[in-house]
């Protein structure tokens, strides 16, 4: 599976953006795609993630609310609507996909076997 995210830039605060990540496999049945960022000096974390067959999403904390997680099934490629942007969600975007998590595991970054490039995110205050 390869993933290509695109949609990053700067934005100011309180703006918005919204991240795509496309995916060159045949069907993404039995997976889940999601999202991570990682800001300079800090580690990865978990932001979204969305499970393809059926549509179930995990949302982190501290963007529960502002952020969403959406799926084009037509177009294999999942989306990052994000909204009431802040400084501190300045980051490096990352999508990720994996096979046959659980729900509750779909935050972890062990249940994904696949990573794109990411995609620069910049909030300006």
């Known amino acids: 599976v390869q993933l290509q995210a695109s949609g990053g830039g700067l934005v100011q605060t309180g703006g918005s953006l919204r991240l795509s990540c496309a995916a060159s496999?045949?069907?993404?049945?039995?997976?889940?795609l999601g999202w991570f960022r990682q800001a300079p000096g800090k580690e990865r974390e978990f932001v979204a993630a969305?499970?393809?067959?059926?549509?179930?999403?995990v949302t982190a904390d501290p963007v529960k609310g502002r952020f969403t997680i959406s799926k084009d099934s037509a177009k294999n490629t999942v989306y990052l609507q994000m909204n009431s942007l802040k400084p501190e969600d300045t980051a490096v975007y990352y999508c990720?996909?994996?096979?046959?998590?659980?729900?509750?595991?779909?935050?972890?970054?062990?249940?994904?076997?696949?990573w794109g490039q990411g995609t620069l995110v910049t909030v300006s205050s």
């Open positions: 990720a996909a994996g096979v046959r998590a659980i729900i509750s595991t779909m935050s972890t970054s062990r249940t994904y076997g696949y």
């Open positions: 496999v045949r069907t993404l049945s039995g997976y889940h």
């Open positions: 969305i499970r393809w067959s059926g549509g179930a999403t």
